[in-house]
């Protein structure tokens, strides 16, 4: 006699495999389905189990921790708190021995035991009690108005006596416009007697850089008018036998070097500033390096990123390659990224013109952040460029230095004859315009043209007035040569 069927619910008789005729066809279909793809038993095992097996695990969890959350809160009631060890520190016959001889146990009641049992009633069944948010950064916002302008001594840090400087940033950042600031204010301390400018033509000549203005015609050197290796280390050569020279029989800075706009030539090796890092206590030589960009760790630049005394910062994007690329900051601080990057957004602004300096010599001291990291805020009085007076020394510098049969010297010479005759045009209006003022304003009854001449006046006809200098300039350049300030090109000291 046929069985009914075993599946739940069923009723009919029994077809085949103790199923009726429906659930044996359903059985049947997915065991072809199976044959057809095995994986397909697979996943289906797998959907069955997981949530089962989780299931079982998060029960087992939760059992445990109500158990343990149980135990806590009945401790918490009679006021004491679990000890923040293991089981081994707590056994330790040295931190037995220690804790005996401080008077500190493991487990302590609290001063107030009311205040625990209140705090502790408040929290639900299972929840842990969470410890109050440690800062993680010593510092705090600063409002910019109440940061200072810096003063140059924070570059002194070491015994030296000498300085030098890598100014990081992207452009427009204000590199050139800190470099400007820092120039000034350490000529002043200073007073030096000689500069060198290493930079492109195009940037010098280019009015919007006002890092420019501070060297004349007669102190800049163009790197990209060299192109023959040996003329680049001719140069290098010459610069450290002349600031050598001017060293010679002083105690006191001499001399300036500034690097600007030159970050390609410094990562392909042609521009080799090792010398000036390593010896400018000899040379009496303080350096700054106006770099776009992080300077990567790549051997061209090792000198470079080892012997820099000061970093000056002027976005924050570069203090996580600083922390772990680097050994410019304290090493206490090489695994706390996030702490130096928050201390330096306290204070960083390019808005404000407020940059970070990093004094080198403080972080291998093993310093606090705020100690060795700190502010440095710059501000320009009169930021205009003057490519005939600069700012240092009145000497023709780089002119003793180039070689006058190369390229370079050409285009500074033909350079200097049209800033000389466009300086002297300019002159000639200005005298100009100065006696049609002072008629206008002697006259009883001036005419109304006349009348309305002013110092707007005399500030548009300026430009007029270098246009044409300049344009007169190139036509009689060759007839005018043996006017330039160089009094003859075999003399060593020519100057402009």
Avoid at 164 to 183: E, H, M, N, T, W
Avoid at 197 to 219: C, E, F, H, M, W
């Amino acid at each position: 006699m046929p069985g009914i069927c075993e599946e739940t619910g069923c009723d009919e008789d029994v077809f085949r495999s103790k199923l009726c005729v429906e659930h044996y066809r359903i059985q049947d279909a997915k065991r072809k389905k199976i044959k057809r793809n095995p994986a397909q038993k697979i996943m289906e095992t797998a959907e069955n189990l997981i949530p089962t097996e989780m299931a079982k695990a998060t029960l087992q969890y939760a059992r445990h921790r109500a158990i343990e959350v149980g135990v806590e809160h009945t401790a918490n009631l009679f006021g004491y708190v679990r000890p923040q060890q293991t089981l081994w520190e707590l056994l330790n016959p040295v931190n037995v021995l220690r804790r005996w001889l401080v008077g500190n146990k493991a487990i302590t009641a609290p001063p107030n035991p009311t205040a625990r049992f209140e705090t502790s009633s408040t929290l639900q069944y299972g929840q842990q009690q969470t410890p109050p948010a440690t800062p993680t950064s010593p510092s705090t916002q600063q409002d910019p108005n109440t940061i200072p302008l810096s003063s140059v001594e924070d570059l002194y840090s070491d015994d030296s006596g000498i300085m030098s400087l890598l100014i990081l940033g992207q452009p427009r950042d204000g590199k050139s416009y800190s470099a400007r600031f820092l120039v000034e204010q350490l000529n002043q301390r200073n007073q030096y007697k000689h500069l060198i400018l290493i930079t492109k033509k195009s940037s010098y000549l280019n009015s919007l850089n006002v890092i420019s203005g501070v060297a004349r015609i007669n102190q800049v050197i163009w790197w990209d008018c060299t192109e023959k290796k040996a003329e680049k280390q001719a140069l290098i050569n010459g610069i450290l036998k002349k600031c050598g020279e001017w060293a010679s029989g002083t105690t006191e800075q001499q001399t300036l070097v500034v690097i600007d706009d030159m970050t390609d030539a410094l990562r392909a090796g042609e521009l080799s500033l090792q010398s000036l890092l390593t010896d400018g206590s000899h040379l009496r030589t303080d350096l700054i390096v106006i770099y776009h960009g992080f300077p990567p760790a790549i051997p061209t630049l090792r000198s470079l990123r080892d012997n820099i005394k000061n970093v000056l910062l002027t976005r924050t994007d570069f203090v996580p390659d600083i922390v772990d690329k680097t050994n410019w900051i304290s090493p206490a601080d090489r695994r706390n990224t996030r702490m130096v990057e928050e201390h330096a957004q306290c204070f960083i602004s390019t808005k404000n013109r407020i940059q970070g300096l990093i004094k080198r010599s403080l972080a291998d001291e093993g310093r606090p952040t705020s100690e060795y990291f700190v502010p440095f805020k710059v501000s320009l009085i009169n930021p205009q460029n003057d490519l005939m007076g600069g700012l240092i020394g009145s000497e023709a510098d780089t002119f003793q230095i180039i070689n006058r049969s190369t390229q370079l010297w050409k285009e500074i010479k033909n350079e200097a004859i049209l800033l000389q005759k466009q300086g002297q045009q300019i002159r000639q209006r200005q005298e100009e315009l100065e006696k049609e003022m002072m008629k206008a304003f002697a006259s009883p009854s001036p005419s109304p043209k006349v009348g309305l001449l002013s110092m707007q006046t005399l500030e548009d006809a300026l430009p007029s007035s270098k246009a044409c200098a300049y344009e007169e300039a190139k036509e009689d350049e060759e007839e005018t040569d043996d006017e330039l300030i160089v009094e003859s090109e075999d003399e060593d000291d020519d100057s402009v």
